[in-house]
């Protein structure tokens, strides 16, 4: 026999000769049990009540601002928007290393020496242009330049003329991974002046 049984068996007789007072001291026992139980239920009802309270506030901001709107289009919008971004601003240039920098105003002794403007679009491209121009400072470029400009397209670019612009391109791009479009190749070249303009970092222009 367990021992709860025992010790229930052996009080019995104090427990019948005090009924009403036990049956009270249960009833008691039980009710704190029953409030202890409802109380701790009740606050993780709360917390999941507010849970899902905030999930449907979120969900009915997400669904207003989607203009009813299935995910498929959503996604649409989003990607339309992204493309635009690209386009627009597009994204951050790496600057050359101080290794890529060295090796590029090594490469420029081979280009003759004129003047360079070196621009960039916006302040996504002008760490790139900065590193260009501590290169042409190294390579002793002192008519080298640095500054924004606009409308420089995409990409990093050089011109114009076949001379200095082809040679500048192929010397940019001996000493970095970058790929570099000689413009206006097919005109005649600025006397003594060559720019180097670094465009929008588009994924793709098209």
Not at 34 to 56: M, T
Not at 166 to 187: G, H, N, P, Y
Request: neutral net charge.
């Amino acid at each position: 026999m367990p021992q709860w049984m025992q010790d229930l068996t052996a009080g019995w007789p104090m427990i019948r000769a005090n009924l009403p007072t036990f049956f009270v001291i249960l009833v008691l026992m039980v009710g704190a049990v029953w409030a202890a139980f409802n109380w701790s239920y009740g606050g993780v009802l709360a917390s999941k009540n507010g849970q899902i309270e905030l999930q449907d506030r979120q969900l009915a901001d997400y669904k207003q601002k989607l203009d009813g709107a299935t995910p498929e289009q959503a996604r649409a919008k989003i990607e339309a928007l992204e493309h635009t971004i690209n386009l627009t601003i597009g994204r951050r240039w790496e600057p050359l290393t101080k290794t890529e920098i060295a090796t590029l105003a090594a490469n420029l002794t081979a280009v003759q020496k004129i003047r360079v403007q070196i621009m960039y679009e916006n302040a996504l491209g002008k760490d790139l242009a900065q590193s260009f121009y501590d290169a042409f400072k190294q390579a002793g470029w002192d008519g080298a330049t640095l500054g924004p400009g606009s409308g420089l397209g995409y990409g990093v670019t050089t011109g114009q003329g076949s001379i200095s612009a082809v040679a500048l391109k192929d010397a940019i791009e001996k000493s970095s991974k970058l790929k570099v479009e000689a413009q206006r190749t097919d005109q005649t070249e600025w006397p003594g002046l060559i720019f180097l303009a670094v465009g929008i970092n588009a994924l793709s222009p098209f």
